[in-house]
């Protein structure tokens, strides 16, 4: 069995800086470095539609802000798999199936979906696609038998539902389905990155994102905004770091090399850190050089877009190849798990012939 990496984005929205150090940037990186067999990255939009099923709209136009994104930040569909979820019909086949297999009590144990039906005030109606989007996720792991999945820490809880769920399929039909195992950002920093007013998860319906596609100018207006230490009021006073959204996005994505190309007074940000602790250093200089760091990083994603928004039809093109590369996979996992089950009725020639016999004596 090869090693296959399965990752994906609901198509809300643009992509913010929080997707990028959660885990865009990382499968860039594993994509390039050629260590898997196969990479699938996809975009949910069958999941996305559990919380606006009014509104199809939304994610009927996002789905090529997403794969803009996708591409300008160094995806390349020649080494990885991009496809769109609703189009592999086999996904809710599988779904339906791994749905006999857990029961309601065990999704709503699950802290990501409570901390999901809170957020957005499901706690009275709770649409039932939602309730089970933890199920449909592990399906779109389990139908590509992806060993590797790059995810923030919140996605834990749900990696640990597929888990079970597949020892559960294995225990009892036959060992089809594959154990995945999460891949959390390797700087610490960016597994949680916070909104930039401080609150502790970037996220579109918050209003608190910069995304990859901003530019240099909305970048620096967000960046001047940010929430820093409420303490900190005059020059002299001792700073925090701790809750600081500033501090916390340069430890995200400052390097030793962005303060000798911008301020080469300090050699790193452990410097940095310790003078803003002990006062003399006001917030808009870190502020300033925070937003140098993250136009830096942007600017070969900006420009890689605007080359692709020149022909939106191949960026089409491209998911629907992608799309029929992913069916072709999904359909050999299906007749995997079909058999397994024994609900292959046409294939089985031994249950024909059985039954053949059977009424051939009656």
Known sequence: MGKIILTGDRPTGKLHLGHYVGSLRRRVQL?????????????????????NADNPEKIRQNIVEVALDYLSAGLDPE????????????????TTYLMNLITVSRVQRNPTVKTEIKMRNFEANIPLGFFCYPVSQAADITLFKA????????????????????????????????????????????????????????????????????????????????????TH???????????????????????????????????NLDELKAHYTRGGLGDMKCKKFLNQVINKMLEPIRQRRA????????????????????????????????????INYFDDEELIRQQAEKFAKS
């Open 147 to 230: 060993t590797t999945v790059p995810a923030g820490e919140d996605q834990e809880p749900m990696l640990e539902v597929t888990r079970e769920l597949v020892r559960r399929f294995n225990q009892t039909y036959a060992e089809v389905l594959v154990e995945p195992n999460i891949m959390l950002p390797e700087n610490a920093t960016a597994r949680r990155l916070p909104g930039t007013d401080g609150k502790e998860k970037m996220s579109k319906s918050l209003g608190n994102c910069i995304y990859l596609s901003d530019s240099a100018e909305d970048v620096w207006q967000k960046v001047r905004s940010m929430y820093t230490d409420p």
């Open 79 to 94: 080494k990885c798999v991009l496809f769109i979820q609703s189009q592999i019909p086999e996904l809710a086949e599988l």
């Open 233 to 267: 009021v005059n020059l002299n006073d001792p700073g925090h770091v701790e809750g600081n959204a500033v501090f916390t996005y340069l430890d995200a994505f400052s390097t030793d090399e962005d303060f000798a190309e911008f301020w080469p007074e300090y050699q």
């Open 31 to 51: 994509q390039n470095e050629g260590n898997y067999d196969r990479m699938f990255v996809f975009m949910a939009d069958v999941q996305a539609l559990t919380d």
């Open 307 to 342: 080359e692709y928004e020149k022909d939106i039809p191949e960026i089409f093109n491209i998911l629907r190849k992608g799309t029929e590369q992913a069916r072709a996979v999904a359909a050999q996992t299906m007749d995997e798990v079909r058999a397994a089950m024994r």
